[in-house]
Protein backbone atom coordinates (compact mmCIF):
# COMPACT_ATOMS: atom_id res chain seq x y z
CA UNK A 1 0.00 0.00 0.00
CA UNK A 2 1.13 3.48 -0.73
CA UNK A 3 1.82 5.88 1.69
CA UNK A 4 -0.90 7.94 1.20
CA UNK A 5 -3.68 5.31 1.01
CA UNK A 6 -1.66 3.83 4.32
CA UNK A 7 -2.06 7.80 6.20
CA UNK A 8 -5.91 7.48 5.10
CA UNK A 9 -6.73 3.94 6.59
CA UNK A 10 -5.53 5.33 9.58
CA UNK A 11 -7.00 8.29 9.56
CA UNK A 12 -10.18 6.59 8.72
CA UNK A 13 -9.38 4.35 12.17
CA UNK A 14 -8.50 7.15 14.23
CA UNK A 15 -11.27 9.66 12.74
CA UNK A 16 -14.74 7.51 11.92
CA UNK A 17 -17.09 9.78 14.28
CA UNK A 18 -15.92 12.76 11.64
CA UNK A 19 -17.30 12.46 8.07
CA UNK A 20 -16.62 15.84 7.10
CA UNK A 21 -13.16 15.73 8.13
CA UNK A 22 -12.23 12.60 6.41
CA UNK A 23 -13.63 14.10 3.57
CA UNK A 24 -11.51 16.95 3.77
CA UNK A 25 -8.40 14.87 4.52
CA UNK A 26 -9.20 11.98 1.22
CA UNK A 27 -9.79 15.00 -0.90
CA UNK A 28 -6.38 16.78 -0.72
CA UNK A 29 -4.52 13.58 -0.02
CA UNK A 30 -5.69 11.66 -3.06
CA UNK A 31 -4.71 14.86 -5.26
CA UNK A 32 -1.30 15.36 -3.25
CA UNK A 33 -0.26 11.58 -4.95
CA UNK A 34 2.32 13.20 -7.43
CA UNK A 35 4.56 14.81 -5.23
CA UNK A 36 3.88 12.31 -2.50
CA UNK A 37 5.21 9.99 -4.57
CA UNK A 38 8.02 12.20 -5.90
CA UNK A 39 9.23 12.87 -2.51
CA UNK A 40 8.15 9.49 -0.65
CA UNK A 41 11.33 8.95 1.83
CA UNK A 42 11.21 11.77 3.24
CA UNK A 43 7.92 12.52 3.71
CA UNK A 44 7.38 9.35 5.01
CA UNK A 45 10.48 9.44 7.67
CA UNK A 46 9.23 12.99 8.52
CA UNK A 47 6.08 11.67 9.01
CA UNK A 48 4.62 14.70 7.00
CA UNK A 49 1.38 13.45 6.50
CA UNK A 50 0.32 12.22 9.78
CA UNK A 51 1.48 15.30 11.46
CA UNK A 52 -0.10 17.69 8.59
CA UNK A 53 -3.33 15.31 9.68
CA UNK A 54 -3.18 15.61 12.82
CA UNK A 55 -4.22 19.30 15.11
CA UNK A 56 -1.64 21.11 16.63
CA UNK A 57 -4.07 21.47 19.76
CA UNK A 58 -8.37 21.05 19.47
CA UNK A 59 -9.71 23.30 22.65
CA UNK A 60 -13.43 22.22 23.45
CA UNK A 61 -14.94 23.95 26.46
CA UNK A 62 -18.85 25.19 28.04
CA UNK A 63 -19.99 28.05 26.93
CA UNK A 64 -22.65 28.96 29.10
CA UNK A 65 -24.82 32.96 29.17
CA UNK A 66 -27.95 34.08 30.40
CA UNK A 67 -31.08 34.00 28.05
CA UNK A 68 -33.69 36.84 27.74
CA UNK A 69 -35.88 34.86 29.90
CA UNK A 70 -33.39 34.60 32.79
CA UNK A 71 -32.56 31.17 31.59
CA UNK A 72 -29.36 29.56 31.72
CA UNK A 73 -28.36 28.17 28.28
CA UNK A 74 -25.42 26.57 27.83
CA UNK A 75 -23.51 25.66 24.32
CA UNK A 76 -19.94 24.28 23.24
CA UNK A 77 -16.89 25.98 22.16
CA UNK A 78 -14.10 24.72 19.84
CA UNK A 79 -10.80 26.02 18.60
CA UNK A 80 -9.12 23.86 16.29
CA UNK A 81 -5.15 25.12 16.30
CA UNK A 82 -4.32 22.79 13.17
CA UNK A 83 -0.86 24.00 12.02
CA UNK A 84 1.48 27.28 12.57
CA UNK A 85 4.27 26.41 9.97
CA UNK A 86 4.14 29.67 7.82
CA UNK A 87 2.62 32.35 10.72
CA UNK A 88 -0.32 32.21 13.23
CA UNK A 89 -3.50 30.70 13.16
CA UNK A 90 -5.86 31.73 11.20
CA UNK A 91 -9.63 30.86 10.80
CA UNK A 92 -12.92 31.72 11.43
CA UNK A 93 -15.86 31.60 13.98
CA UNK A 94 -18.48 29.37 12.83
CA UNK A 95 -22.09 29.90 14.92
CA UNK A 96 -24.84 27.28 13.77
CA UNK A 97 -26.27 24.26 15.15
CA UNK A 98 -24.45 21.60 13.00
CA UNK A 99 -21.15 22.47 14.26
CA UNK A 100 -19.37 19.98 16.33
CA UNK A 101 -15.58 18.96 16.43
CA UNK A 102 -15.26 17.35 13.05
CA UNK A 103 -16.65 19.94 10.95
CA UNK A 104 -14.58 22.02 12.87
CA UNK A 105 -11.41 19.97 11.78
CA UNK A 106 -12.64 19.65 8.21
CA UNK A 107 -12.85 23.52 8.53
CA UNK A 108 -9.29 24.08 10.23
CA UNK A 109 -7.67 21.29 7.84
CA UNK A 110 -8.44 23.60 4.62
CA UNK A 111 -7.39 26.71 6.36
CA UNK A 112 -3.96 25.28 6.67
CA UNK A 113 -3.81 25.23 2.45
CA UNK A 114 -5.95 28.02 1.85
CA UNK A 115 -3.84 30.39 3.92
CA UNK A 116 -0.95 29.06 2.36
CA UNK A 117 -1.92 29.77 -1.16
CA UNK A 118 -2.32 33.86 -0.17
CA UNK A 119 1.55 33.48 -0.25
CA UNK A 120 0.82 35.61 3.39
CA UNK A 121 2.06 34.04 6.33
CA UNK A 122 -1.01 32.75 7.95
CA UNK A 123 -0.98 29.28 9.40
CA UNK A 124 -4.44 26.72 9.58
CA UNK A 125 -7.20 27.06 12.06
CA UNK A 126 -11.08 27.39 12.62
CA UNK A 127 -13.43 27.39 15.26
CA UNK A 128 -16.93 28.04 16.56
CA UNK A 129 -19.88 26.98 18.58
CA UNK A 130 -23.04 24.51 18.05
CA UNK A 131 -25.05 28.43 19.33
CA UNK A 132 -27.91 29.46 16.91
CA UNK A 133 -28.12 33.39 16.75
CA UNK A 134 -30.84 32.92 14.64
CA UNK A 135 -34.03 34.51 16.81
CA UNK A 136 -31.88 35.91 19.50
CA UNK A 137 -31.94 39.46 21.02
CA UNK A 138 -28.59 41.49 20.41
CA UNK A 139 -28.51 41.28 23.68
CA UNK A 140 -28.24 37.52 23.96
CA UNK A 141 -25.80 37.77 21.08
CA UNK A 142 -23.54 39.71 23.29
CA UNK A 143 -24.40 37.38 26.30
CA UNK A 144 -23.05 34.19 24.33
CA UNK A 145 -19.97 35.93 22.11
CA UNK A 146 -18.50 37.25 25.88
CA UNK A 147 -18.92 34.06 27.19
CA UNK A 148 -17.42 32.15 24.50
CA UNK A 149 -14.34 34.63 24.31
CA UNK A 150 -13.86 34.78 27.90
CA UNK A 151 -12.85 31.15 27.71
CA UNK A 152 -11.05 31.23 24.56
CA UNK A 153 -9.33 34.63 24.98
CA UNK A 154 -6.38 32.63 26.64
CA UNK A 155 -5.38 30.63 23.72
CA UNK A 156 -5.74 33.69 21.05
CA UNK A 157 -3.31 36.51 20.03
CA UNK A 158 -1.89 38.59 17.69
CA UNK A 159 1.06 36.47 17.19
CA UNK A 160 -0.66 33.04 18.08
CA UNK A 161 -4.12 32.50 16.48
CA UNK A 162 -6.34 35.04 15.27
CA UNK A 163 -10.42 34.05 14.33
CA UNK A 164 -12.38 35.89 12.00
CA UNK A 165 -16.21 35.65 10.60
CA UNK A 166 -17.52 32.77 9.10
CA UNK A 167 -21.12 31.33 9.17
CA UNK A 168 -23.58 33.58 12.20
CA UNK A 169 -20.46 35.54 12.55
CA UNK A 170 -20.40 38.88 11.49
CA UNK A 171 -19.38 42.22 12.40
CA UNK A 172 -21.95 42.73 15.31
CA UNK A 173 -20.28 39.35 16.80
CA UNK A 174 -16.66 40.07 16.12
CA UNK A 175 -17.09 44.10 17.99
CA UNK A 176 -18.73 41.83 21.25
CA UNK A 177 -16.08 39.45 20.99
CA UNK A 178 -13.21 42.13 20.66
CA UNK A 179 -14.65 44.43 23.35
CA UNK A 180 -14.20 41.52 25.47
CA UNK A 181 -10.92 40.17 24.71
CA UNK A 182 -9.32 43.69 25.26
CA UNK A 183 -10.95 44.06 28.35
CA UNK A 184 -9.99 40.70 29.76
CA UNK A 185 -6.42 40.75 28.47
CA UNK A 186 -6.06 44.64 28.86
CA UNK A 187 -4.05 44.79 25.05
CA UNK A 188 -5.34 46.37 22.31
CA UNK A 189 -4.33 44.79 19.34
CA UNK A 190 -5.29 42.86 16.16
CA UNK A 191 -6.54 39.68 17.71
CA UNK A 192 -9.52 39.28 15.51
CA UNK A 193 -10.33 40.16 11.94
CA UNK A 194 -13.57 41.39 10.74
CA UNK A 195 -13.24 44.54 12.84
CA UNK A 196 -16.02 47.44 12.64
CA UNK A 197 -14.30 50.08 10.40
CA UNK A 198 -13.66 52.37 13.56
CA UNK A 199 -11.86 50.25 15.61
CA UNK A 200 -9.23 48.44 13.47
CA UNK A 201 -11.06 47.01 10.87
CA UNK A 202 -10.39 46.66 7.18
CA UNK A 203 -11.68 48.38 4.76
CA UNK A 204 -13.45 45.93 1.31
CA UNK A 205 -12.95 42.93 3.93
CA UNK A 206 -16.72 42.78 3.80
CA UNK A 207 -16.92 41.86 0.28
CA UNK A 208 -13.53 40.59 0.09
CA UNK A 209 -14.37 37.16 -0.37
CA UNK A 210 -16.71 37.69 -2.82
CA UNK A 211 -15.21 39.80 -5.01
CA UNK A 212 -11.62 37.88 -4.57
CA UNK A 213 -14.14 34.87 -5.71
CA UNK A 214 -14.89 36.86 -9.01
CA UNK A 215 -11.26 37.53 -9.82
CA UNK A 216 -10.41 34.50 -9.68
CA UNK A 217 -12.86 32.96 -11.65
CA UNK A 218 -12.27 36.47 -14.37
CA UNK A 219 -8.38 35.32 -14.24
CA UNK A 220 -10.06 31.52 -15.46
CA UNK A 221 -11.69 32.97 -17.74
CA UNK A 222 -9.06 34.85 -19.58
CA UNK A 223 -6.24 32.02 -19.12
CA UNK A 224 -9.22 30.23 -21.94
CA UNK A 225 -9.28 33.42 -24.05
CA UNK A 226 -12.67 34.42 -22.76
CA UNK A 227 -14.28 36.71 -20.38
CA UNK A 228 -17.28 37.13 -17.94
CA UNK A 229 -19.39 39.85 -19.85
CA UNK A 230 -22.78 38.00 -21.14
CA UNK A 231 -22.58 35.26 -18.87
CA UNK A 232 -25.40 33.97 -16.90
CA UNK A 233 -24.41 33.27 -13.40
CA UNK A 234 -26.27 30.95 -11.14
CA UNK A 235 -25.20 31.41 -7.40
CA UNK A 236 -26.05 29.99 -4.20
CA UNK A 237 -26.40 31.58 -0.46
CA UNK A 238 -27.59 35.00 0.07
CA UNK A 239 -25.16 35.77 2.58
CA UNK A 240 -21.59 37.68 3.11
CA UNK A 241 -20.09 35.66 0.05
CA UNK A 242 -23.23 34.98 -2.56
CA UNK A 243 -23.76 38.72 -2.16
CA UNK A 244 -20.63 40.12 -2.77
CA UNK A 245 -19.86 37.50 -5.44
CA UNK A 246 -23.19 38.61 -7.41
CA UNK A 247 -22.19 42.45 -7.15
CA UNK A 248 -18.89 41.67 -7.95
CA UNK A 249 -20.35 39.68 -11.20
CA UNK A 250 -22.54 42.42 -12.14
CA UNK A 251 -19.96 44.81 -12.25
CA UNK A 252 -17.54 42.92 -14.74
CA UNK A 253 -21.05 42.41 -16.89
CA UNK A 254 -22.19 39.10 -15.65
CA UNK A 255 -25.74 38.51 -15.02
CA UNK A 256 -26.70 36.70 -11.93
CA UNK A 257 -30.03 34.90 -11.87
CA UNK A 258 -30.74 33.09 -8.77
CA UNK A 259 -29.81 33.17 -4.49
CA UNK A 260 -31.23 30.91 -1.65
CA UNK A 261 -31.20 30.82 1.43
CA UNK A 262 -31.48 27.88 4.23
CA UNK A 263 -35.27 28.09 3.53
CA UNK A 264 -35.98 28.63 -0.44
CA UNK A 265 -34.50 29.93 -3.34
CA UNK A 266 -35.03 32.98 -6.21
CA UNK A 267 -35.21 32.58 -9.78
CA UNK A 268 -35.05 36.01 -10.87
CA UNK A 269 -34.12 36.48 -15.08
CA UNK A 270 -33.80 39.52 -15.00
CA UNK A 271 -30.86 39.30 -12.78
CA UNK A 272 -30.83 39.45 -9.08
CA UNK A 273 -31.42 43.39 -7.71
CA UNK A 274 -28.29 43.18 -4.93
CA UNK A 275 -28.92 46.46 -3.20
CA UNK A 276 -32.48 45.12 -2.48
CA UNK A 277 -30.66 41.50 -1.47
CA UNK A 278 -28.31 43.28 0.53
CA UNK A 279 -31.43 45.23 2.25
CA UNK A 280 -33.44 42.03 3.13
CA UNK A 281 -30.43 40.00 4.33
CA UNK A 282 -28.10 42.29 6.03
CA UNK A 283 -30.18 45.31 7.12
CA UNK A 284 -33.62 43.04 7.96
CA UNK A 285 -32.40 39.88 8.28
CA UNK A 286 -35.74 38.23 6.79
CA UNK A 287 -36.54 35.65 4.63
CA UNK A 288 -35.85 36.00 0.96
CA UNK A 289 -39.73 35.49 0.22
CA UNK A 290 -39.39 39.19 1.14
CA UNK A 291 -37.06 39.72 -1.82
CA UNK A 292 -40.32 37.83 -4.05
CA UNK A 293 -42.37 40.16 -2.28
CA UNK A 294 -40.46 43.60 -3.53
CA UNK A 295 -40.05 41.80 -7.38
CA UNK A 296 -41.72 41.50 -9.96
CA UNK A 297 -39.82 39.79 -12.03
CA UNK A 298 -38.65 37.15 -9.06
CA UNK A 299 -39.54 33.36 -8.53
CA UNK A 300 -39.72 32.11 -5.15
CA UNK A 301 -39.47 28.39 -4.47
CA UNK A 302 -39.66 26.35 -1.50
CA UNK A 303 -36.59 24.16 -0.58
CA UNK A 304 -37.63 20.50 -1.08
CA UNK A 305 -35.64 17.92 -0.61
CA UNK A 306 -34.09 16.33 -3.72
CA UNK A 307 -35.05 18.61 -5.71
CA UNK A 308 -32.19 20.78 -7.68
CA UNK A 309 -33.16 24.74 -6.36
CA UNK A 310 -30.88 26.98 -8.14
CA UNK A 311 -28.70 24.18 -10.20
CA UNK A 312 -31.80 23.53 -12.08
CA UNK A 313 -31.55 26.98 -14.14
CA UNK A 314 -29.39 26.80 -17.24
CA UNK A 315 -26.45 28.93 -16.30
CA UNK A 316 -22.58 29.30 -17.93
CA UNK A 317 -21.13 29.55 -14.55
CA UNK A 318 -22.19 28.12 -11.07
CA UNK A 319 -20.75 29.61 -7.79
CA UNK A 320 -21.99 27.89 -4.75
CA UNK A 321 -21.63 30.44 -1.78
CA UNK A 322 -23.76 28.61 0.96
CA UNK A 323 -22.40 25.71 2.85
CA UNK A 324 -21.12 22.04 2.80
CA UNK A 325 -21.77 19.71 0.56
CA UNK A 326 -24.87 21.79 -1.34
CA UNK A 327 -23.93 20.76 -4.92
CA UNK A 328 -24.35 16.58 -5.21
CA UNK A 329 -23.75 14.17 -7.82
CA UNK A 330 -27.09 14.37 -9.07
CA UNK A 331 -26.83 18.65 -9.32
CA UNK A 332 -23.45 18.38 -11.13
CA UNK A 333 -25.66 15.80 -13.71
CA UNK A 334 -28.26 18.86 -14.08
CA UNK A 335 -25.59 21.22 -14.91
CA UNK A 336 -23.79 19.80 -16.91
CA UNK A 337 -26.66 18.81 -19.27
CA UNK A 338 -27.19 22.83 -19.30
CA UNK A 339 -24.12 23.49 -20.64
CA UNK A 340 -22.18 24.76 -17.62
CA UNK A 341 -19.01 26.29 -18.67
CA UNK A 342 -17.01 26.97 -14.43
CA UNK A 343 -18.01 25.87 -11.52
CA UNK A 344 -15.71 27.91 -8.76
CA UNK A 345 -16.62 27.37 -4.69
CA UNK A 346 -17.66 30.63 -2.69
CA UNK A 347 -18.47 27.97 0.33
CA UNK A 348 -16.00 26.06 1.85
CA UNK A 349 -16.27 22.15 0.18
CA UNK A 350 -19.80 22.66 -1.02
CA UNK A 351 -19.28 19.71 -3.90
CA UNK A 352 -19.22 16.51 -2.94
CA UNK A 353 -16.46 14.63 -3.85
CA UNK A 354 -18.20 12.65 -6.47
CA UNK A 355 -19.94 15.92 -7.75
CA UNK A 356 -16.62 16.95 -8.48
CA UNK A 357 -15.51 14.26 -10.26
CA UNK A 358 -18.43 14.46 -12.55
CA UNK A 359 -17.84 17.92 -13.32
CA UNK A 360 -14.05 17.72 -14.17
CA UNK A 361 -14.49 14.48 -16.05
CA UNK A 362 -17.20 16.36 -18.26
CA UNK A 363 -14.40 18.90 -18.71
CA UNK A 364 -15.87 21.57 -16.73
CA UNK A 365 -13.59 24.00 -15.34
CA UNK A 366 -13.50 23.78 -11.58
CA UNK A 367 -11.61 25.86 -8.87
CA UNK A 368 -12.22 24.28 -5.42
CA UNK A 369 -12.79 26.38 -2.39
CA UNK A 370 -9.27 26.96 -1.34
CA UNK A 371 -8.52 28.85 -3.52
CA UNK A 372 -11.71 30.48 -5.12
CA UNK A 373 -12.77 31.87 -1.41
CA UNK A 374 -9.61 32.63 -0.17
CA UNK A 375 -10.20 36.47 -1.00
CA UNK A 376 -11.66 36.45 2.83
CA UNK A 377 -8.84 35.31 4.32
CA UNK A 378 -6.25 37.37 2.06
CA UNK A 379 -7.71 40.13 3.44
CA UNK A 380 -7.61 39.40 7.12
CA UNK A 381 -4.14 39.19 6.45
CA UNK A 382 -4.28 42.35 5.50
CA UNK A 383 -5.86 43.76 7.90
CA UNK A 384 -3.67 41.96 10.74
CA UNK A 385 -0.92 44.11 8.76
CA UNK A 386 -3.12 47.63 8.86
CA UNK A 387 -3.38 47.04 12.71
CA UNK A 388 0.49 46.09 13.15
CA UNK A 389 1.90 49.39 11.43
CA UNK A 390 -1.41 51.18 12.74
CA UNK A 391 -2.44 52.42 9.54
CA UNK A 392 -5.57 52.06 7.81
CA UNK A 393 -5.42 51.97 3.71
CA UNK A 394 -8.29 53.05 1.42
CA UNK A 395 -10.72 50.63 -0.28
CA UNK A 396 -9.15 51.14 -3.95
CA UNK A 397 -5.33 50.08 -2.33
CA UNK A 398 -7.03 47.24 -0.51
CA UNK A 399 -8.74 45.60 -3.32
CA UNK A 400 -6.23 46.49 -5.85
CA UNK A 401 -4.24 44.18 -3.55
CA UNK A 402 -6.73 40.78 -2.99
CA UNK A 403 -6.95 41.46 -7.10
CA UNK A 404 -2.98 40.93 -7.56
CA UNK A 405 -3.20 38.18 -4.99
CA UNK A 406 -6.62 36.39 -6.64
CA UNK A 407 -4.84 36.72 -9.84
CA UNK A 408 -1.73 35.27 -8.31
CA UNK A 409 -3.34 32.74 -6.94
CA UNK A 410 -4.89 31.26 -10.23
CA UNK A 411 -1.18 31.73 -12.03
CA UNK A 412 0.06 29.42 -8.86
CA UNK A 413 -2.21 26.73 -9.13
CA UNK A 414 -2.25 26.66 -13.09
CA UNK A 415 1.07 26.19 -13.15
CA UNK A 416 1.46 23.37 -10.08
CA UNK A 417 -1.20 21.74 -12.24
CA UNK A 418 1.37 21.54 -15.07
CA UNK A 419 4.44 20.66 -12.91
CA UNK A 420 2.65 17.30 -11.48
CA UNK A 421 1.42 16.22 -14.86
CA UNK A 422 -2.21 17.09 -14.23
CA UNK A 423 -3.16 20.57 -16.53
CA UNK A 424 -6.14 22.07 -15.89
CA UNK A 425 -7.00 20.13 -12.67
CA UNK A 426 -6.96 22.93 -10.63
CA UNK A 427 -8.13 21.29 -7.77
CA UNK A 428 -5.05 19.14 -7.35
CA UNK A 429 -3.10 22.56 -8.45
CA UNK A 430 -4.22 24.65 -5.53
CA UNK A 431 -3.70 21.47 -2.41
CA UNK A 432 -0.21 21.01 -3.87
CA UNK A 433 0.70 24.49 -4.53
CA UNK A 434 -1.05 24.99 -0.93
CA UNK A 435 0.91 22.09 0.53
CA UNK A 436 4.45 22.27 -0.60
CA UNK A 437 5.41 25.63 1.24
CA UNK A 438 3.61 24.11 4.28
CA UNK A 439 6.08 21.16 4.22
CA UNK A 440 9.06 23.04 2.89
CA UNK A 441 8.25 25.13 6.50
CA UNK A 442 8.21 22.26 8.34
CA UNK A 443 11.00 19.87 7.39
CA UNK A 444 13.43 23.64 7.85
CA UNK A 445 11.59 23.80 11.61
CA UNK A 446 12.33 20.35 12.58
CA UNK A 447 10.15 17.61 14.63
CA UNK A 448 7.55 20.04 15.90
P1 LIG B 1 -23.50 33.70 5.89
O1 LIG B 1 -23.94 33.17 7.19
O2 LIG B 1 -23.36 35.17 5.68
O3 LIG B 1 -24.44 33.16 4.71
C1 LIG B 1 -24.68 31.82 4.46
C2 LIG B 1 -25.87 31.77 3.53
O4 LIG B 1 -26.07 30.46 3.08
C3 LIG B 1 -27.15 32.22 4.22
O5 LIG B 1 -27.92 32.96 3.31
C4 LIG B 1 -27.82 30.91 4.56
O6 LIG B 1 -29.23 30.97 4.66
C5 LIG B 1 -27.44 30.10 3.35
N1 LIG B 1 -27.52 28.67 3.62
C6 LIG B 1 -27.09 28.01 4.71
N2 LIG B 1 -27.36 26.71 4.58
C7 LIG B 1 -27.98 26.58 3.38
C8 LIG B 1 -28.51 25.50 2.68
N3 LIG B 1 -28.45 24.26 3.18
N4 LIG B 1 -29.06 25.73 1.46
C9 LIG B 1 -29.13 26.97 0.93
N5 LIG B 1 -28.66 28.04 1.57
C10 LIG B 1 -28.10 27.85 2.77
O7 LIG B 1 -22.12 32.96 5.58
P2 LIG B 1 -21.00 33.39 4.55
O8 LIG B 1 -21.58 33.96 3.32
O9 LIG B 1 -19.96 34.15 5.29
O10 LIG B 1 -20.36 31.97 4.26
C11 LIG B 1 -20.85 31.10 3.24
C12 LIG B 1 -19.83 30.03 2.97
O11 LIG B 1 -18.60 30.64 2.55
C13 LIG B 1 -19.45 29.13 4.16
O12 LIG B 1 -19.12 27.85 3.66
C14 LIG B 1 -18.19 29.81 4.69
O13 LIG B 1 -17.38 28.90 5.44
C15 LIG B 1 -17.53 30.21 3.40
N6 LIG B 1 -16.54 31.26 3.50
C16 LIG B 1 -16.87 32.49 4.00
C17 LIG B 1 -15.92 33.48 4.07
C18 LIG B 1 -16.26 34.86 4.50
O14 LIG B 1 -15.38 35.74 4.43
N7 LIG B 1 -17.48 35.15 4.92
C19 LIG B 1 -14.52 33.23 3.68
C20 LIG B 1 -14.30 31.93 3.08
C21 LIG B 1 -15.28 30.99 3.03
P3 LIG B 1 -29.98 31.63 5.91
O15 LIG B 1 -30.02 33.09 5.59
O16 LIG B 1 -31.32 30.98 5.88
O17 LIG B 1 -29.18 31.29 7.11
Redesign the pocket.
Known amino acids: MGYVDEVLESLKKKNASEPEFLQAAEEVLDSLRPVVEANEAVYRREAILERITEPDRQIKFRVPWVDDKGQVQVNIGYRVQFNNAIGPYKG?I?LHPSVNIGIIKF?GFEQIFKNSLTSLPIGGGKGGSDFDP?GKSDREIMAFCQSFISELYKYIGADTDVP?????T?AREIGYMFGMYKKLHGTYEGVLT?KGLSYGGSLARTE??GYGLLYITEELFKAHGQSLSGKTIAV????????YATQKAQQLGAKVVTC????G?IYDPEGIDVELLREV?EVKRA?LTEYAAARKSAEYHE?KNGEH?VWSIKCDIALP????N?LDLEDAKQLVANGVTAVCE?????TTIDATKYLQDNNVWFIG?KAA??G??ATSALEMSQNSERLSWSFEEVDSKLQQIMVNIFHNIDDAAKRYGCEGNYVAGANIAGFEKVVNAMLAQGVC
Open positions: GRLKAGDIGGGATSGAGNVAISDSTWKRKGCATQEGANMPGNAGV
